[in-house]
């Protein structure tokens, strides 16, 4: 038998600091390892460190599985990355345990769920304008808040992105941007409005803050979690919704930001390329989910395509009163 513990253990300290992962993904595989070997403890009633590598096989990894889905309630593509992880390690397993490649390639057959498309989410002008009203300028906390907020909404930076950024991070001079790393370590210039970063720099100043400092501290003056930032938009979008009601019918969330900084992009015009270059994606693919989302742009294509002096229009429901008494 093969112990479990000294292959997670080399996966670790060998695979991931090989391929130079990122400290996000070295949290998220973490994690997943963790729920994994509780639940593993929890159907085998042995402790983790005394789990042999056979032990976690294709039927416990399904049962785990199904396990996020039906007892903590997470979504397909958190599930998904939960088995992307775990083909990783088995991955790994294989080239070191030759004598269980029956088991490990019944692991690494597992396939990933498939899942509905689902309709992006994002604020509208006057929903962005109700949320970033909100927060209490006249406090040190609020100023933070808006600013945080308003970034977000400009640059669609992704949630790790915007709490990992420093104050040496942002040029607020001529051209002024963010620098950030994303994912697969790729570094990219966001750029700022003039508004925008006078703001940034006002803040930096009034703080004495120092180049290596979190631009947007958390009250001990360290970063930010990404739980603290869904905690500001569960705090803030009640607020907002009573101004702006639309927002209550709203999931609103971290990314929920990022995607509306992409939905103004190209309602103002901008090209799919040049959003994905703006998001960090590695190619339009993952950008063309806005073009399905955006309305605006299939009236758009529709108008074009109508015949030479036929009007288009939406379409308006008639009249609920008069509609009741014809269907008497």
Not at 119 to 148: K, M, W
Not at 161 to 187: F, I, N, V, Y
Not at 300 to 327: C, H, M, Q
Request: aromatic letters at 4%; glycine letters at 6%.
């Amino acid at each position: 038998m093969t112990s479990l513990a000294p292959i997670m253990q080399g996966y670790f300290t060998e695979r991931l600091t090989d391929r130079r992962a990122s400290e996000h993904t070295i949290a998220a595989y973490r994690d997943t390892f963790r729920l994994l070997l509780h639940y593993a403890q929890a159907q085998l009633s042995r402790p983790p460190a005394a789990l042999d590598l056979a032990d976690i096989d294709a039927d416990l990894i399904c049962g785990f599985l199904d396990h996020l889905e039906t007892d903590r309630n997470n979504g397909i593509t958190t599930r998904n990355a939960r088995l992307a992880a775990i083909h990783s390690l088995f991955g790994y397993a294989a080239l070191r345990c030759p004598e269980h490649a029956l088991l490990i390639q019944r692991v690494l057959a597992i396939p990933h769920k498939r899942r509905d498309s689902t309709d992006v989410c994002f604020l509208t002008r006057a929903e962005s304008d109700a949320l970033l009203a909100v927060p209490d300028q006249s406090t040190p906390l609020g100023r933070r808040d808006h600013l945080l907020l308003l970034v977000a909404l400009q640059t669609g930076l992704r949630v790790s992105e915007l709490t990992s950024l420093t104050c040496a991070d942002a040029e607020l001079g001529a051209g002024a941007h963010l620098r950030c790393t994303g994912k697969g370590r790729k570094q990219r210039a966001t750029p700022l409005t003039r508004p925008t970063a006078r703001l940034l720099q006002r803040w930096i100043t009034d703080r004495h803050a120092a180049p290596a400092d979190p631009l947007f501290p958390n009250r001990t003056g360290g970063r930010l979690s990404r739980d603290a930032v869904a905690d500001l938009l569960a705090k803030y979008v009640p607020v907002a919704a009573r101004t702006c009601t639309t927002l209550a019918s709203k999931n609103v969330t971290p990314h929920t930001l990022r995607h509306t900084a992409a939905m103004a992009l190209l309602h103002a015009g901008v090209d799919t390329s040049t959003i994905a270059l703006w998001l960090g994606h590695t190619s339009t693919k993952a950008t063309d989910i806005y073009l399905h989302a955006d309305l605006a742009t299939k009236e758009k294509a529709l108008a074009r395509t109508a015949p030479p002096g036929v009007g288009t229009r939406r379409y308006r429901p008639g009249d609920s009163l008069l509609a009741f008494l014809e269907n008497l």
